[in-house]
Nanobody, 121 residues
């Protein structure tokens, strides 16, 4: 009923930039927040950044000042601009839609399939 489609990952050199995009589609009435998580090999999934429907943002300390999350209201789209990338940013990045209300009245969280970001020279 709800799909999250991610794009924009890839290989980049240290110090470079990438922009991730995520679009949520389906029978969506509202989304409380959208965000990005990441999971590196052997590590737990962690929050990278999130933004609520009213524009409040939350960032992991490790990405503050380097990453910027933004949201296109009305289109259920979220972007993650990643600058000054470091090798430790290498991970699979997952888009998350938090507290999605659909036309049936149900509220659930949804995840994208994940997209690889590799920072290496």
């Amino acid at each position: 009923q709800v799909q999250l489609v991610e794009s924009g990952g890839g290989l980049v050199q240290p110090g470079g930039s990438l922009r991730l995009s995520c679009t949520a589609s389906g029978s969506i009435i509202s989304i409380y927040a959208m965000g990005w998580y990441r999971q590196a090999p052997g590590k737990q999934r962690e929050l990278v950044a999130a933004i609520t429907s009213v524009g409040s943002t939350n960032y992991a300390d490790s990405v503050k000042g380097r990453f910027t999350i933004s949201r296109v209201s009305g289109k259920n789209m979220v972007y993650l601009q990643m600058n000054s990338l470091k090798p430790e940013d290498t991970a699979v990045y997952y888009c998350n839609a938090d507290r999605v209300m659909i036309v049936s009245g149900n509220v659930n969280d949804y995840w994208g399939q994940g997209i690889q970001v590799t920072v290496s020279s």
